[in-house]
């Protein structure tokens, strides 16, 4: 069974940068394609980036430039780097493992402060 648990969520102020960490178990994380979600109260969950096993890279256009996706792959975890942070980026975030079924994360906060 797939398990996703994430790390790295905080509070920081606007410009600051934080690093997010999901460790993936139980599934051959080499063949997912791991993403990042990101779900702002009163807001439905949005699409942040993903990295597909062969590792190509989709971003969001509200987080290019700024957030980079990566994965280690002998580590089994997928890492989101965010850096200068605005406060429209404070969200619960979340990581999502997909291959022919999806598993998600139990979402970690961001908070960024103006």
């Known amino acids: 069974q797939v398990q996703l648990v994430e790390s790295g969520g905080g509070l920081v102020q606007a410009g600051g940068s934080l690093r997010l960490s999901c460790a993936h178990s139980g599934g051959i994380f080499s063949m997912f394609t791991m993403g990042w979600y990101r779900q702002a109260p009163g807001k439905q969950r949005e699409f942040v980036a993903d990295i597909t096993s062969g590792g190509t890279i989709y971003y969001a256009d509200s987080v290019k430039g700024r957030f980079t996706i990566s994965k280690d792959n002998a580590k089994n975890t997928v890492y989101l780097q965010m850096n200068s942070l605005k406060p429209e980026d404070t969200a619960v975030y979340y990581c999502?493992?997909?291959?022919?079924?999806?598993?998600w994360g139990q979402g970690t906060q961001v908070t960024v402060s103006s």
């Open positions: 999502k493992a997909e291959f022919t079924f999806a598993v």
